[in-house]
C-alpha cells in the first residue's frame, strides 16, 4: 500500500502540471513516488511538506511548524541532505546555515543519484530520475519561449572558439565562472551517467568525475559525500577533458545571470537534459547564446564536426546541381516561429541526430566506405601536404589505414562523383601514400592516449583479447588510446596478424605494412603473446585467476567450410584458408600445372590469379553466372588468359587415387557434365568459426557463430566477441576493424559500471 506521506510530498516537489492540478493522481507506480519511498521515512516527508519548495529555511522554523526539537530536525535536516532530498547554503546576511527543498530536476533527482552507493543499492533512484527529467516536459513543450540562453541549461561554447572581444559577454566564458568561485570547486560523478549506467544503458561515455560544483553547493557536495574539492587547474584539465571528448559544456539557468551552482559537461548518449531538448525538437532547452559559423579556409570537409555535435545541429551536403537546378537543404525549426506540441516531437532523435549527411547525398565516397572514413577531408589536408594531420584524421575512424589501403576494394572510388566526368579520383592511392608515412619509424604517428581520468592516469583493469586478427588488433588500439595499460592479446599462432598476416598473400599485402602497424600498438603498450592457444594452453577461467576483467573474442573464422563431395581427402585438395596460411607461413603447397578454384568471392577470385604464378591454367569454378567479387577484382582476373572461367557450374566430385588427379563439374542448367583433368583444387566456399573452446560456454546460433547483442557482448556478461567469429553479413577486414572500435567502446561501458 502506498504511504500518503510520500505521495503528498511528490505532488508537492514535481512540476508535472496534470498531477500539479489534480488532473492525474500519483500512486505507487509513479516515479515522484517510488523515488522517494526507497530512500525516504515517514518522518522526513513530514518535515520536508513542512518546508516551501526552493525557499530557505531553519530547523527552528520547521521544529516550530511540526513541533518537534530543532536539534533533532537539523539532525534529520543532515540525513535528508545526505540522501540527495534537501540542499543547504549559507547565503543570507549573518551566514547562518539554512536548508532547502529543491525541485526534483534540476535537483534532488539529481542529488539522490550522485550518491553512488545509494544509486547501487536502490536503482529504482536512476529510473526516477530518468522519467522526471523527461514527463513534466510533455505538456510545456509549446511554451517554449523563443531564443534567449536556454530555459533549463545555459550551453558555453568552447572557450577557445570565443574571441576576445568587447562582443562576448563574461558570463559566455568558462574561465568567468571559475573565477568567480575559484576558492569553491569541487567534482563529483555524473548522475545522468550514473542513472544510464544502473538501468543498463551503458552509454560509453566518460562515466568518471565529470560534473564541476561551485560555490557554497560545492561546499554542500564535500560535505555530503558527493563529491571532492579540485583546484583551477584541475577544473580545466576536466574542461579540457570534456572537450576532447567533444562534450557540452552546459551551466545551469534557473538562479538569475550572475549565480550558477554547477557545470556539466555532457554527452547527447547520456544527458538528460540534451535528451530533453532533442526529444521534444526544443533546441532553446538547451541553447546558447553563440551560432556555428564555419571557417571556410581552414574547413577541409572532414565532417568531424557533424559526427560529434551532441544536438545534431551540423550537416554536411555537396555544391551538387541536379537537373532541377542546385541541391537545398531543410533547416531545422523552432518554436520561435512555428505552431509547437507533440507533432513537433522527434523520438527517433538519437537515430536522426547521428546522420552524418542529408539524405540528399553528402560526400558519396565517405557514404560508401564501410569505415565511414572521412574522405575529402584527408585528401583536402594531403592537397596541403598536411600528411601528418590527414593520417591522424584517417586512424580516427582506422587504425590500420595501409593495411585497408593496401587491400581495399575502392568502393569510395566506385561512388566518386568525379566518375561521371572523367574519371574518379585515385582515392586508394592517396591514403596508401599517407598511411605510408607510418612504415618510416622517424615518421610513424602514435596516438596521444587520452584516458577519461587524465593523461597521467591510466586503467588498471587487465583486459584479454584473443585473437590478433584485425578484429582484435583495432579493439586493442581503441582501448590503449582510451589509456588501458594492460591489455594482452593472446593467439595461438607464432607471430600476431591474423588473416592479415596467414591469410592474404604478400603481393597483396606485404608483411612489413603488417608489422609497421602492429609496432604502432606496442609502443602504444599494448602487449602480445603469440603462441598461446586460447582452451587448451590456458583457459577463460585461468585468465580470470590471473585478474584479467574484460575479454574480447576475436577468434575469427579461419577454418575452411568443406564443400562436401567425394574425393574431398585426396592429396592435393585445399580449403581456402589451409592453404593461404601455409603459404604465408613458407610452406610450398603442391599446386601443379592445372588447378581449380572452387568458388566467385573476392578471396577465390584473387587466389586465381595468384596460382597463375605457378600454373599453367586455373579453372575458376563457380555456381552462378556472374561472380560475386568486386569488378575491379574480376575485371582483373577475365584479362588474364591463364584463368579460364567455368560459370553455372557446381562440384560434384573429385577423384584420383591417392592425389587429384581430375574434377567433374556439373552445369546447374543443362545438367551436363564435365570432367577437366589437374592436379590441385582449391576450395574458396566460406569459413567456420573458430568456436572449440567456448563449446558449452557462450550461446551461439544454428551455424555455430556466437551471437552477440547490439553492444557486442556475448551471453556471459564481460565477454565481449566481434569479427568474423560472429553472425555477420559482411567478412571484411575493414568492417572487422569497426567492430573491434564497437567491442573497445562496449569494454569500457561494462568495466567502468
Known amino acids: 500500500m502506498a504511504r500518503e506521506l510520500i505521495l503528498k510530498l511528490g505532488k508537492k516537489i514535481t512540476d508535472r502540471v496534470d498531477v500539479k492540478l489534480g488532473m492525474t493522481k500519483l500512486d505507487e507506480n509513479s516515479p515522484e513516488y517510488y523515488g522517494l519511498a526507497s530512500v525516504v521515512t515517514d518522518e522526513m516527508a513530514e518535515l520536508a511538506l513542512a518546508m516551501k519548495v526552493r525557499v530557505p529555511t531553519t530547523p527552528a522554523e520547521i521544529g516550530k511548524k511540526v513541533g518537534k526539537d530543532p536539534v533533532y530536525v537539523e539532525q534529520l535536516f543532515d540525513q535528508m541532505s545526505m540522501i540527495g532530498l534537501l540542499e543547504y547554503n549559507w547565503e543570507n546576511a549573518d551566514h547562518h546555515k539554512q536548508w532547502t527543498l529543491p525541485i526534483f530536476v ?9 550518491n553512488l552507493q545509494q544509486v547501487e543499492t536502490h536503482p529504482e533512484i536512476a529510473q526516477f530520475f530518468e522519467r522526471m527529467s523527461f514527463l513534466p516536459l510533455t505538456k510545456i513543450t509549446c511554451m517554449v ?14 572557450e577557445k572558439a570565443i574571441p576576445a572581444t568587447n562582443e562576448s559577454v563574461d558570463v559566455e566564458h568558462i574561465s568567468h565562472w571559475l573565477k568567480k568561485y575559484e576558492d569553491q570547486l569541487g567534482v563529483g560523478y555524473c548522475s545522468c551517467r550514473n542513472a544510464m549506467r544502473i538501468q543498463g544503458e551503458g552509454c560509453g561515455e566518460l562515466q568518471d568525475e565529470m560534473c564541476i560544483a561551485v560555490g557554497q553547493f560545492c561546499d554542500y557536495c564535500l560535505e555530503t559525500g558527493k563529491g571532492r574539492k579540485i583546484t583551477y587547474d584541475e577544473a580545466m584539465e576536466i574542461l579540457q577533458r570534456a572537450e576532447d571528448n567533444g562534450y557540452v559544456h552546459q551551466i545551469t539557468n534557473i538562479d538569475g545571470e550572475d549565480k550558477i551552482f554547477a557545470i556539466c559537461n555532457c554527452a547527447l548518449g547520456s544527458c538528460f537534459a540534451l535528451r530533453t531538448s532533442q526529444l521534444f525538437n526544443t533546441p532553446n532547452m538547451s541553447a546558447s547564446a553563440y551560432r556555428a559559423h564555419v571557417d571556410a579556409e581552414k574547413c577541409v570537409a572532414c565532417g568531424k564536426c557533424a559526427e560529434v555535435c551532441p544536438a545534431g545541429a551540423a550537416k554536411l551536403g555537396q555544391k551538387l546541381c541536379t537537373k532541377t537546378g542546385p541541391v537545398t537543404y531543410p533547416k531545422q525549426p523552432l518554436p520561435d516561429d512555428n505552431h509547437w506540441g507533440e507533432h513537433m516531437w522527434s523520438p527517433n532523435y538519437k537515430d536522426d541526430n547521428q546522420k552524418q549527411c542529408h539524405e540528399s547525398g553528402t560526400a558519396p565516397c565517405k557514404t560508401a566506405c564501410p569505415a565511414h572514413i572521412a574522405v575529402q577531408g584527408y585528401i583536402n589536408l594531403a592537397a596541403q601536404g598536411r600528411y601528418l594531420d590527414a593520417l591522424k584524421l584517417i586512424k580516427q575512424d582506422n587504425p590500420f589505414p595501409a593495411v585497408c589501403g593496401s587491400i581495399c576494394n575502392r568502393r569510395c572510388e566506385e561512388a566518386c562523383t568525379r566518375g561521371d566526368v572523367d574519371r574518379a579520383v585515385a582515392i586508394d592511392e592517396i591514403k596508401k601514400f599517407v598511411a605510408e608515412q607510418e612504415l618510416q619509424a622517424d615518421k610513424r604517428y602514435i596516438p596521444k592516449v587520452i584516458t577519461h581520468r587524465g593523461i597521467a592516469d591510466p586503467y588498471p583493469e587487465k583486459i584479454a ?36 598476416t596467414l591469410g592474404i598473400p604478400s603481393f597483396r599485402l606485404e608483411k612489413d605494412v603488417v608489422n609497421a602497424e602492429i609496432e604502432v600498438l606496442r609502443e602504444m603498450g599494448v602487449h602480445f603473446q603469440c603462441g598461446v592457444e586460447i582452451g587448451k594452453d590456458l583457459t577463460i577461467d585461468q585468465l580470470r585467476e590471473q585478474g584479467y576483467k574484460g575479454f574480447y573474442l576475436a577468434i575469427g573464422a579461419q577454418k575452411s567450410a568443406p564443400i562436401g563431395v567425394p574425393g574431398e581427402e585426396l592429396s592435393g585438395v585445399y580449403g581456402g584458408v589451409d592453404f593461404l596460411r601455409r603459404v604465408n607461413l613458407g610452406k610450398k603447397p603442391r599446386i601443379g600445372k592445372k588447378c581449380a578454384v572452387i ?3 573476392n578471396t577465390a577470385v584473387e587466389e586465381a590469379c595468384y596460382l597463375t604464378g605457378f600454373a599453367s591454367k586455373v579453372y575458376l569454378v563457380h555456381r552462378r553466372d556472374q561472380f560475386r567479387a568486386d569488378k575491379m577484382v574480376v575485371d582483373h582476373a577475365l584479362n588474364n588468359p591463364k584463368i579460364v572461367p567455368v560459370m553455372d557450374s557446381v562440384l560434384e566430385s573429385i577423384e584420383g587415387s591417392d592425389i587429384v588427379e581430375k574434377i567433374v563439374v556439373r552445369n546447374v542448367k543443362t545438367n551436363e557434365k564435365r570432367e577437366i583433368p589437374l592436379s590441385g583444387v582449391f576450395i574458396f566456399i566460406g569459413t567456420l568459426p573458430n568456436d572449440e573452446y567456448v563449446h558449452g560456454l557462450l550461446q551461439k546460433d544454428e551455424g555455430g557463430w556466437i551471437v552477440t547483442d547490439a553492444r557486442l557482448q556475448t551471453s556471459v556478461p564481460g565477454i565481449f566477441a566481434a569479427g568474423d567469429v560472429r553472425d555477420t553479413s559482411l567478412r571484411q577486414v575493414v568492417t572487422a576493424a569497426g567492430d573491434g572500435a564497437r567491442a573497445a567502446m562496449s569494454a569500457y561501458a561494462y568495466l567502468q559500471r
Open 106 to 114: 534540476p535537483g534532488s533527482a539529481e542529488l539522490m543519484n550522485m
Open 465 to 500: 583479447i584473443i585473437g590478433a586478427g584485425p578484429a582484435g588488433l583495432s579493439c586493442a588500439y581503441y582501448l590503449a588510446n582510451m589509456g588501458y595499460e594492460n591489455v594482452t592479446v593472446f593467439d595461438k599462432n607464432e607471430v600476431p596478424g591474423g588473416m592479415l
Open 599 to 601: 568458388g566467385g568471392g
Open 145 to 158: 519561449p523563443p531564443g534567449g540562453a536556454g530555459v533549463g541549461m545555459h550551453v558555453i561554447p568552447v
